[in-house]
């Protein structure tokens, strides 16, 4: 299939987008962001660098994001997680690198503790987590609500906010919130059985690099490694964030070669 062109997976009745480009293992699986697309600068770069090393790579659009079907606001971590475990078992084959960006990072985790539970760990190669963001809905955010955005989500489901980084308002629900206390990770050990890698930006106005550090002491276990980026934003799209992210992507992928 041409990477250009998007072919689809019926998860749950709702139309899933991926783009899968074949090529050898370990492959690489670009898991994004709240409210991000597979179109993304940092999943076309990945994808792009994939091609020129003879990888094969995935990535794919989460309900309510992108090319796929669905509503956004009925999206929840479950649902995501769900729908990210479809397409890793339906495209990719042997072992896999799991990149996950910011709320991908929170979903790339919790694909690990499914996969493992399924006997599927192996499957696992790496992680890669960009500015990672498990449990943000309960760590991050309901510490910063505020009274008015409390009162929302209880008399309508929901709230908006406005986003840096769109004309459109961020929008979070109840459900989302609710289901986000179901998938926490971030409340014992974190076995991965894999080399993890974080990259964090210091500067990072959404995810603190406490939050990175928090999760590195859950990850006890496995051989962990955080970069921290000194003046790192959250998005971390800028060329030379790019071009450490490629060549941690080496390093990990020359390990299991």
Request: proline share 4%.
């Amino acid at each position: 299939m041409d990477r250009h062109e998007a072919t689809q997976i019926d998860v749950g009745g709702i139309a899933i987008a991926v783009r899968h480009r074949p090529g050898r293992e370990p492959g690489i699986v670009w898991l994004g962001g709240y409210r991000s697309d597979m179109m993304g600068t940092k999943a076309a770069a990945l994808d792009a660098w994939a091609g020129e090393h003879g990888l094969a790579a995935t990535r794919h659009d989460y309900s309510g994001h992108g090319e796929s079907a669905g509503e956004f606001t009925e999206g929840t971590i479950s649902r995501w997680l769900e729908e990210s475990l479809a397409v890793f078992r339906r495209f990719t084959k042997g072992r896999q690198v799991l990149v996950g960006s910011s709320m991908g990072g929170w979903i790339a985790l919790r694909m690990v503790q499914e996969l493992q539970k399924a006997g599927e760990g192996e499957r696992v190669a790496g992680l890669m987590l960009l500015a990672p963001a498990p449990d943000f809905t309960v760590e991050l955010m309901e510490p910063e609500l505020t009274d008015a955005q409390r009162r929302a989500l209880e008399a309508q489901g929901y709230f908006e906010e406005t986003s840096e980084y769109s004309d459109e308002p961020n929008i979070y629900t109840k459900a989302l919130f609710d289901d986000g206390r179901a998938n926490r990770v971030l409340e014992g050990i974190i076995d991965t059985h894999c080399p993890v890698h974080i990259l964090q930006g210091m500067a990072d106005p959404d995810v603190p690099y406490s939050h990175a550090m928090r999760l590195v002491e859950h990850l006890p276990a496995d051989d962990v490694t955080l970069s921290l980026i000194r003046d790192g934003d959250h998005r971390l799209s800028r060329p030379q964030d790019i071009d450490m992210m490629l060549r941690i992507l080496a390093s990990m992928v020359d390990r299991k070669t």
